[in-house]
């Protein structure tokens, strides 16, 4: 018996290239009514603080494609245009 699929989710691409300082932007975690979107560290030294201001020191990821329902408000927010949603067919 095959379970009906109601809801797939969704590739979200983000191209770090242009998303360089997510930490300090943040302007698509704040929209997103779903919490779709995280940051994390990349550069980290123990004992020592990442400076957020310091391009490539954090990065935007996704978390949960899942919950993503496609409003695109994160897209029509980006400021570098750096997030592509993409349904599959």
Same mark, same amino acid.
């Given at each position: 018996m095959e379970i009906p699929v109601t809801h797939k989710a969704p590739s979200i691409e983000i191209d770090h290239s242009k998303c360089t300082v997510p930490f300090l932007c943040?302007?698509?975690?704040l929209i +997103? *009514?779903? =919490? =779709?979107?995280? =940051?994390?560290a990349v550069n980290v030294e123990r004992l020592k603080e990442t400076d957020p201001r310091v391009p490539g020191s954090y990065q935007l990821g996704s978390? *949960?494609?899942?919950k993503c329902t496609g +409003? %695109?408000? +994160?897209? %029509?927010? +980006?400021?570098?245009d750096a997030i592509t949603i993409t349904w599959p067919g």
């Open positions: 943040k302007k698509c975690l +997103c *009514p779903q =919490v =779709v979107f995280g =940051v994390h978390g *949960p494609r899942f +409003c %695109n408000d +994160c897209i %029509n927010v +980006c400021p570098v």
